[in-house]
């Protein structure tokens, strides 16, 4: 065993204890009574009626309101100043500093985010699995070495509809038909301004659900839009994102929810069944490997290749008429 493998070793029996001592100490203060559980106000919508019909959804519905007891936040907020009151809370800085010097200006950040799951794991249950513990711990010393994490987005589509309730391409990729929690899920009152305003709206007609390991959001973000060209290149479909979740499996990976802002409907659209699984997954396993980076994420294209997909994805996707996307369309073979 190596010396850095034996100082890992210790960070982890560390990063254990402390766990155990932090739980211990959220279940002391949950049996005095001093983290409260308050009442919030939420908002759902039940539907009465949800039809899905080649991509349109046809529905009935009414918001209702109703009572959510959640953990106090500031009692929260005050045990975690307890937690890192902790001489263990210190000494597990100076470990990742000394063993990672990358994180050196961030290491209490990405303590308090591992010390901020640990809380939570410790109010959801009555009872916390040492497995739990092991598994939050191992993943946030992957995080520190830099590590790829597992992310799972999932994006809301426009302009590709299914005609079976779930399409599996592969391990990595599949799409199903949107459920009316995808729609419009419970959201507290206080923050409806902010819900209604980065809900997908019911033009979505697809969900795309991806697994991949990547360091970074972009990697992520490049990802999916080379998905999307590929699902654009693989028949005629204005394919693009209502609105995607990255999902990190992970302790301190940046995480977000994108909206793209799109309010109208989709100029060509297709549809997907199981029958098309095995030649959508050969499509896009050759396809997606041949789209440069150049054209992605708003970035300047270089040659003729990039030139074309950026001229054809105008031709798709930009509120045009039909004269102004046939030109889009002469373009993008002209640039070949």
Do not use: N
């Given at each position: 065993m190596t010396i850095l493998s034996m100082s890992i070793a210790l960070l982890k029996s560390e990063l254990l204890n402390y766990s155990h001592r932090v739980i211990?100490?959220?279940l002391e203060n949950k049996k005095k009574g001093s983290i409260r559980k308050t009442k919030r106000t939420y908002i759902r919508t039940e539907f009465s009626r949800f039809v899905y019909n080649r991509g349109l959804i046809d529905w009935t519905s009414?918001?209702?309101?109703?009572?959510?007891?959640?953990?106090?936040?500031?009692?929260?907020s005050k045990l975690e100043e307890i937690a890192k009151g902790e001489p263990a809370y210190q000494r597990i800085i100076q470990l990742v500093i000394e063993l990672f010097p990358k994180h050196k200006e961030g290491a209490d950040f990405c303590l308090s985010a591992f010390l901020s799951e640990i809380i939570r794991l410790g109010l959801d249950k009555e009872k916390t699995e040492e497995n739990e513990l092991v598994g939050i711990t191992s993943s946030f010393i992957d995080?520190?070495?830099g590590k790829p994490n597992l992310w799972t987005p999932k994006t809301w589509l426009s302009g590709i509809w299914l005609d079976d309730e779930t399409v599996i391409v592969?391990?990595?990729?599949?799409?199903?038909?949107p459920e009316p929690n995808d729609i419009e899920p419970e959201y507290p009152l206080d923050m409806s301004g902010f819900y209604l305003r980065t809900m997908p709206p019911l033009l979505t007609s697809a969900i795309m659900e991806t697994k991949l390991q990547a360091h970074y959001p972009v990697e992520v973000q490049k990802a999916l839009e080379k998905t999307l060209i590929g699902?654009?290149?693989?028949?005629?479909?204005?394919?693009?994102?209502?609105r995607y979740r990255l999902n990190p499996r992970s302790i301190i990976a940046w995480s977000g929810t994108f909206s793209s802002g799109l309010d109208?409907?989709?100029?060509?659209?297709?549809?997907?069944?199981?029958?098309?699984?095995v030649p959508l997954n050969r499509f896009l396993s050759r396809m997606l490997d041949l789209i440069p980076e150049d054209c992605l994420l708003g970035a300047i294209p270089k040659d003729h290749i990039s030139i074309s997909l950026t001229r054809y994805n105008d031709a798709l996707l930009k509120p045009e008429r039909?004269?102004?996307?046939?030109?889009?369309?002469?373009?993008s073979l002209e640039a070949l």
């Open positions: 211990d100490l959220v009414e918001k209702k309101h109703f009572r959510k007891e959640e953990w106090s936040s500031e009692d929260q995080d520190l070495e592969s391990k990595e990729l599949s799409f199903r038909r699902l654009r290149l693989c028949k005629l479909g204005s394919v693009e994102y209502i109208t409907s989709p100029a060509y659209k297709y549809g997907i069944g199981k029958k098309h699984s039909a004269e102004g996307r046939i030109t889009f369309a002469v373009m």
